[in-house]
């Protein structure tokens, strides 16, 4: 069975500021590695993945994050965040391989605050 | 946008009233979960379905029930309703593509609220 931690409930920062919200999961067998988000009254959407190949993924906006496997951690960064970047962050895992049903499990979610 | 639709968006009931929430999804996707969204808790797994009348529980399914009678929609019913159910209910779907992982993509959610 896979776990997720998501470290910070919430996180404030300042417009143009860097950021970094951290997860770490737990699994016995290879994971595929997630982040979504969700912005006020929607629903989430996936904002990157990592499936296999390079460690480092990234988004169209400005967004990377960074598989590490001996640390267990796939933390998500954006080096000048935007007000328009204010949403809640999930970190989420699944079992590698699986095209069928995929048991996606979720981190508590990171509130990501960004004020001017 | 993946075409998923929730509907009702928005619910009050009360306590002991059967409860149904429709999923419907126009992208003839093999696979349809219906989700809770809690404070602390993230999102859980509540119900999946696999096909057509093809369905298994997830982690928190006690308390609720779900039918896939077409491919295109997705019921969840809570048979009566508690104040512990009281969340927000995603819906999602994945197709399946063999060699290839799927994305779920997740509907709008409904907000339900049990007084």
């Known amino acids: 069975a896979q776990s997720v931690t998501q470290l910070d409930s919430q996180v404030p920062v300042f417009e143009e500021a860097p950021v970094e919200l951290r997860c770490n999961y737990s699994s016995s067998v290879s994971v595929y590695l997630f982040w979504y988000v969700q912005y006020p009254n929607q629903g989430l959407q996936l904002l990157l993945k990592y499936l296999s190949g390079s460690t480092l993924v990234e988004s169209i906006n400005g967004f990377e994050a960074e598989f590490n496997k001996s640390q267990t951690s796939f933390h998500l960064r954006k080096p000048s965040v935007h007000i328009s970047d204010t949403a809640e962050y999930f970190c989420?895992?699944?079992?590698?391989?699986?095209?069928?049903?995929?048991?996606?499990?979720f981190g508590t979610g990171t509130r990501l605050l960004v004020s001017p | 946008d993946a075409g998923i639709t929730q509907s009702p968006r928005h619910k009050v009931t009360e306590t002991g009233t059967p409860v149904t929430l429709r999923c419907h999804q126009t992208?003839?996707?093999?696979?349809m979960y219906w989700y809770r969204q809690d404070p602390g808790h993230g999102l859980r797994l509540i119900h999946y379905?696999?096909?057509?009348?093809?369905?298994d529980k997830g982690e928190v399914s006690d308390g609720y029930s779900v039918s896939r009678s077409k491919t295109e929609d997705f019921l969840l019913t809570l048979e009566s309703a508690t104040s512990s159910q009281t969340s927000v209910y995603f819906c999602?779907?994945?197709?399946?593509?063999?060699?290839?992982?799927?994305?779920?993509?997740f509907g709008p959610g409904t907000r339900l609220t049990v007084l």
């Open positions: 992208e003839n996707h093999r696979y």
């Open positions: 379905s696999y096909g057509v009348k093809d369905t």
């Open positions: 999602a779907i994945s197709d399946q593509t063999s060699g290839h992982y799927n994305e779920q993509f």
């Open positions: 989420a895992v699944t079992e590698a391989m699986n095209t069928g049903f995929q048991k996606l499990v």
